[in-house]
């Protein structure tokens, strides 16, 4: 018991040297709304209006859109992808706050297989990444030596990248890692291996140029590899699976090498070869997705070391859907966004071969803003010397401007507008503000129907006014009981009990427990004993006081409407027994409490 405690102590000092708002500053531009602060959700695909919350007061978070919330341990597991104790020992690092283990013999022996397993797969994709690469070299097997001088590699730059060859045998690799002491079913666990429906094995990949893929540490987390000959229903791409050390979502291809440039931005790419290619030519500023569509893990990745990145995919369909879904994460992000486009077909791999670094630079120059970008697409649907299209490509422009943030940049994009159409800015500003109030009422809409779903979900789908009310009064009471004064001022007239079962009598039981004995009461400590799925609601009860001012005053209400929905509750089960006097003595000591 004392050491439960002890890590108590230890999470709140975590908690209190990590202030929440200071911490969320750092992902999300945060405003202050009475004593609370609200942004755009950071943990979700959160674009118009503000359903994020943060209590300076409580230090939690709470988002009505996703429900996730929390204090700063909550808000890091969600934002970096981290159990709780990695998003501990992260914030006491950044806070210099000692980690003292309390972990039981059995945590620290699991713990330390996870350890021991991701070192050994680092370690197995390492070897794999020198067999491949001495058989790249290999003089006996040129062809794949002879293919990337083709496409103009220098060595350099194919040593740089660690480039190698997977021989067009089915075991050959298995057979090398075998005798380096690792098992068939560990190389399958890593993704070199696949396991046929015999039960025996054979090599993942055979007869490919090899990509090693490189996290932001130095390790060798997967391979890409790239069909030499073709084969019938072979892919020309094959990529490593997920596994323990490795994430698609979470990496880029050459950020290893791209996070220490000069240049102060990024550029993405959509192949390895477009990456490399870019290298060599000077421009150690570009990455690339991995085999997936771009992420908002992967913005926040870029974001750790540049504001700014340039979308340079291919010009194809494929590529202009990727450039918008990339372009909206990265603003999202508040990344600037610029797009280089390449008119004539070729992709970047082929144009700064063909045309030359000097010739890539100054497409760099010219690249356009996303949004000027977006504009263009839409401008060829249109003749704008047509009344009606006019006003039509008026409406589809203004509802991008709506989801423009900056007023400064939204009335630039206004005034080049009104220039090309010859519409007063006024008046395209008044279809923006429409479109706004229509995506803010959309939104608030869907918030709405959010909670209404999440009510009826925890209301056992009960959607009567009056359990609405009910549930809603819950909430602020067991929030404002939370202050001393208040406490005071309404124990003698309600216990746990008075609440519905469920989150809410728990949570009514943990606080009169904590506030009758005069302790402190410590969020993180209230929802360190809720189950991981309940955190948010209770985090949200915790922290949303509505920005009342007297609490004294506004916890009036709340308390009348749980004492009256319990009288009357009282009442029915009563009159039903036929207990007249029972009755009449309940109803006798609720209206003392109410005076």
């Known amino acids: 018991m004392k050491q439960s405690v002890d890590f108590q102590d230890f999470i709140d000092e975590v908690i209190e040297k990590n202030d929440i708002v200071d911490l969320i500053s750092r992902y999300v531009t945060l405003k202050r709304v009475g004593n ?67 972990r039981s013999a059995a945590e620290r022996n699991r713990a330390a297989e996870i350890h021991d397993k991701k070192k050994r797969m680092y370690e197995m994709n390492a070897e794999a990444a020198r067999f491949f690469f001495n058989n790249l070299i290999d003089k006996k097997n040129t062809k794949a030596l002879d293919y990337l001088r083709a496409r103009k590699l220098s060595n350099a730059t194919i040593k740089s990248f660690g480039l190698g060859y997977a021989p067009d045998n089915w075991s050959t690799l298995i057979d090398y890692m075998k005798e380096k002491g690792y098992s068939e079913e560990e190389l399958c666990e890593v993704g070199l291996a696949v396991k046929r429906d015999n039960g025996t094995y054979f090599d993942k990949f055979r007869d490919r140029v090899m ?31 997920e596994t323990l050390i490795y994430k698609k979502k979470d990496n880029l291809y050459a950020m290893n090498i791209a996070k220490n440039t000069k240049k102060g931005q990024f550029m993405i790419m959509e192949g390895y070869m477009d990456v490399i290619s870019l290298h060599q030519g000077g421009f150690d500023n570009a990455v690339a997705s991995l085999g997936t569509a771009f992420t908002p893990q992967q913005a926040e990745v870029l974001k750790r070391y540049a504001d700014k990145v340039i979308l340079c995919y291919d010009a194809d369909e494929a ?89 400064v940049e ?20 008044v279809r923006i503000k429409e479109r706004m109030q229509k995506n803010q009422r959309n939104e608030k809409a869907r918030f709405q129907r959010q909670e209404k779903k999440q009510f009826e979900e925890r209301t056992g789908g009960r959607h009567d006014l009056e359990r609405m009310r009910l549930y809603n009064a819950e909430k602020l009471l067991l929030n404002l009981i939370c202050e001393k004064e208040v406490f005071k001022e309404v124990r003698d007239k309600l216990s746990p009990q008075s609440f519905e079962d469920g989150i809410h009598r728990k949570l009514a039981e943990i606080i009169f427990d904590v506030m009758s004995k005069g302790a402190r009461l410590s969020p993180a400590a209230v ?51 036929g207990d007249a006097e029972k009755l009449q003595e309940i109803m006798e000591r609720l209206k003392k409490d109410k005076k």
């Open 211 to 241: 990509f090693p893929i490189i996290d932001l540490r130095g390790n060798v987390i997967a391979f890409g590899g790239r069909i030499l000959t073709d084969k019938e229903n072979a892919p020309k791409y094959l990529n490593s699976p």
């Open 319 to 407: 590529g202009q859907k990727a450039t918008d879904r990339a372009g909206e994460i990265l603003r999202e992000a508040d990344v600037k966004v610029k797009v280089l486009t390449i008119t004539d077909g070729k992709d970047p791999d082929d144009y700064i071969k063909t045309k030359g670094p000097e010739m890539f630079q100054l497409l760099i120059d010219n690249a356009e803003s996303f949004v000027e970008y977006k504009i263009g697409k839409i401008e060829k649907q249109y003749n704008l010397d047509d009344t009606v299209e006019k006003i039509e490509f008026v409406e589809q422009i203004a509802k991008i401007f709506a989801n423009i943030k900056n007023d």
């Open 410 to 429: 939204r009335e630039v994009y206004i005034k080049k507008i009104a220039r090309k159409t010859d519409v007063s800015p006024d008046s395209i500003n």
């Open 527 to 577: 929802l360190a004993q809720f189950d991981e799925s309940e955190v948010g609601a209770v985090s949200e009860i915790l922290s949303d006081d509505k920005n009342v001012d007297n609490k004294l005053e506004a916890v009036k209400m709340p308390l009348k409407t749980v004492l009256d929905y319990n009288e009357k509750k009282n009442n029915e089960i009563l009159a039903k027994d």
């Open 36 to 102: 609370r602060f609200q942004a755009l959700c950071p943990l979700h695909n959160d674009k118009k209006t503000p359903s994020f919350s943060v209590s300076p007061d409580k230090q939690l978070f709470h988002c009505f859109g996703c429900g996730a919330g929390g204090t700063a341990i909550n808000f890091i597991m969600a934002k970096e992808n981290l159990d709780f104790m990695e998003a501990v020992k992260l914030l006491a690092e950044r806070a210099g706050v000692p980690v003292p283990d309390y």
